[in-house]
Each structure stands twice: as structure tokens, then as C-alpha cells.
């Protein structure tokens, strides 16, 4: 299967900075999607990350918030900017697989926010 | 709003036992359907997907989807205490969703000795 590096692992930030995480995939894929997992949730996509255009939001996200860059087919950021404590969650990079028909995951950040 | 909803827990079974697992899902377009394993503290590993109606087995898991009910289950035969995480189903979208995985909100299960 596909292998994603995440960073970075953890993260303690002060309210009001951004901090960015990458992901770097060892294959060429299409799409990345950025998803948030908040203490005791589940995954919410933030974002799907195309190579050449600009992300896809989903609904109660919004770029300037969640600015994402994704250069070529390997590698991509998501910035959380102007964070809160409420921003405080795990945030997970992935790709779809087309090796094993799967969605893989990247190792994940945790972020906390004070 | 395209949701999936997951049989609440937590789940607890006896070592051994088969542990069954429920998903429904509200969009009659999705396409594909997965079973992640999530450890706390780690992110989640594919179990199992399926994409056919009928049932899908590997090792001690079997997966059964049946698209006219949009129900799909996880079967956990022989527990093991190792198999104690976090249960997610997520649903592939199809049209405008395409690609996109949404997940249920997850099962707890415990497998105690």
C-alpha cells in the first residue's frame, strides 16, 4: 500500500498562529484529502487537494482558514491558520490506493491549541 | 446531507465470540464501502471494503453489504482482545462526491478475556 510521511507528529501552538503540516506520498496520486478528527470523533473531510487547482471545501470549511497547497503528485500541505483552542484535533492527510482499492492514512498531527 | 450512521457502543464481547458490527448509509449513489480499524492514538488501518452485494470474507473478518437495505456489516469471528479499537465504517460517494469518504462516528469494541 501506499506510504504517506506526516508532520509533524504533534504540535502545541498559541492561540492566534498558524502552523502547517505536510504529507509526502511515495507514489504519484491524483487526489490528497485533509481530514479532522476531533477529541472523541470521528473523520470529517476538510478538503480534497488536487495537483494544478485549487482545493474542494466541504461545507463549513473555508480557504482562508484552511489554506492548502499541493505542488505536484507526491506532496501536500494543509495550514491551520489563526487557530483557537477549538482548533485542537488530530488532522489526517490520504490517498486513495489503487494498489489495495483502499484509502490510506497518514500517521496523523495532533494539535493543541492554547 | 450524505451521512452513515454506525450501531452504537461501546461493544463488548467474550474473547472468542464473533463480534458483529452495523452500518447504514443515507446516499444510494456511493459506490464502495470500508471497514477501518483505528487503535487510540493511531489513525486508521483498512480492514476490509466491499463494493458487490453479498458477502466478503478474509480471515476472521466478513464484510456483507446489501445495497437495497444501504446496509453494510462487519462480522469479527474468534475475538481476540487484540481486535479491542475503534470500529469505522466509511462510504465512497459517487457523482459530484466522488472519491470522497464519509465516515460513520464509529464503534468501540472491547474484547475482554
Known amino acids: 500500500s501506499a506510504v504517506i510521511s506526516q508532520k509533524p507528529s504533534r504540535d502545541i501552538c498559541q492561540r492566534g498562529t498558524s502552523l502547517t503540516i505536510q504529507c509526502q506520498v511515495d507514489?504519484?496520486?491524483?487526489?490528497m484529502f485533509w481530514y479532522r478528527q476531533q477529541p472523541g470523533q470521528s473523520l470529517t473531510l476538510i478538503a480534497t487537494?488536487?495537483?494544478?487547482?485549487?482545493?474542494?471545501?466541504e461545507s463549513g470549511f473555508v480557504i482562508d482558514k484552511f489554506p492548502i497547497s499541493r505542488p505536484n503528485l507526491t506532496f501536500s500541505t494543509l495550514t491551520v491558520s489563526n487557530m483557537s483552542p477549538e482548533d485542537s484535533s488530530i488532522y489526517l492527510c490520504?490517498?486513495?490506493?489503487?494498489?489495495?482499492?483502499?484509502?490510506?492514512f497518514g500517521s496523523g498531527t495532533r494539535l493543541t491549541v492554547v | 446531507q450524505k451521512e452513515v450512521e454506525q450501531n452504537s457502543g461501546p461493544l463488548s464481547v467474550p474473547e472468542g465470540a464473533i463480534a458483529s458490527l452495523n452500518c447504514t448509509y443515507s446516499?444510494?449513489?456511493?459506490?464502495?464501502f470500508f471497514w477501518y480499524r483505528q487503535y487510540s492514538g493511531k489513525s486508521p488501518e483498512l480492514i476490509m471494503f466491499?463494493?458487490?452485494?453479498g458477502d466478503k470474507e478474509d480471515g476472521r473478518f466478513t464484510a456483507q453489504l446489501n445495497k437495497a437495505s444501504q446496509y453494510v456489516s462487519l462480522l469479527i469471528r474468534d475475538s481476540q482482545p487484540s481486535d479491542s479499537a475503534t470500529y469505522l465504517c466509511?462510504?465512497?460517494?459517487?457523482?459530484?462526491?466522488?472519491?470522497?469518504?464519509?465516515f460513520g462516528q464509529g464503534t468501540i469494541l472491547t474484547v475482554h478475556p
Open positions: 490520504s490517498v486513495e490506493d489503487r494498489r489495495n482499492y483502499g484509502y490510506t
Open positions: 507514489s504519484q496520486v491524483t487526489m
Open positions: 487537494a488536487n495537483q494544478g487547482s485549487e482545493a474542494t471545501y
Open positions: 446516499d444510494r449513489g456511493s459506490q464502495s
Open positions: 466491499i463494493y458487490s452485494n
Open positions: 466509511a462510504v465512497k460517494g459517487g457523482g459530484t462526491s466522488y472519491g470522497k469518504l464519509t
